[in-house]
């Protein structure tokens, strides 16, 4: 290991929390460590990321009280073809890191290309769910799933739930932003404006009003179209189970999310909240 690899951001008390570093054997004998001991630089994360098949660098997004977050990709996206038009993108994001801890997945026998890759981005959904800042974008991971068995997918949806629950607990102890928080993209913020309504469901109408009340806007002139299609046709599309799920209901399309209300209680709650 070069001496690079050994140069880490200062911990403690400026960034207010304290990683637990763990080696975890996971259920398929991969390996998950998670570290406090993180590159200073760019390159320095480039290399230690090379070491293994999914990594993740956690911390403070552009401040040492800023919100809480991070990158979580895949090791072959850092030398393929994919990254020689997103390289200076990656080096700016990994930049804007303040981080406190890291995690890498290591396992003797690598992943196939599309497992792997669906792996990732079910993992970037739970994380982003919770409410961390996540750096990444998304390009092919829907192509990746629908190439996949039904086992590989039951399989890889629990992996990266693993994955990301380690890193909640490990790399952030549970501290999540408040919300509204910052989201990678609309389709996120959408997600989690959903997701936030533990008592009934939401309509597409509530969700735009919701988002423009935490600051997020659109210059399209179909935003209601933009948030049906994420959410019901895109949350579907990426294999597993969805975290939002709709119906029609009443003219309008239903959101909630499936973690914390079944359809009985979204239903019910959304028709107390819009007597006839």
Known sequence: MS????????????????????????????TLTINEEVPLTATGRHNAALTALIYFYGGRI????????????????????????SHTRWVVNQRRIIPTGMAMLR???????DYRRYVEAKSIQRVSAAGLLLLNTQTSAYVA?????RAEVLEGERLANDI??????????????PHPSPAANTREAAVREVLAETHRGLDTFEIMRRLRASGVTTKGRSWDFSIRRDLNHRERDMRGTPRVVSTSHRGRRIFWGTR?????QALAGYDLAHPS
């Open 260 to 264: 914390t209300l079944s359809k009985r």
């Open 3 to 30: 001496a690079e690899l050994l140069l880490s951001h200062p911990k403690g008390a400026e960034s207010a929390i304290k990683v637990q570093p763990v080696v975890l054997t996971l259920f398929d004998h991969s």
């Open 164 to 177: 990301a629950d380690a890193i909640l607990t490990h790399v952030f102890c549970g501290n999540v932003n």
């Open 145 to 149: 799933s629908s190439r996949l068995t």
């Open 107 to 113: 396992r003797d026998e690598p992943y196939n290309g």
């Open 62 to 85: 552009d401040s040492p009280t800023g919100y809480y977050g991070g990158y979580l990709g895949q090791s072959s996206d850092l030398h393929g073809p994919r990254p020689a038009a």
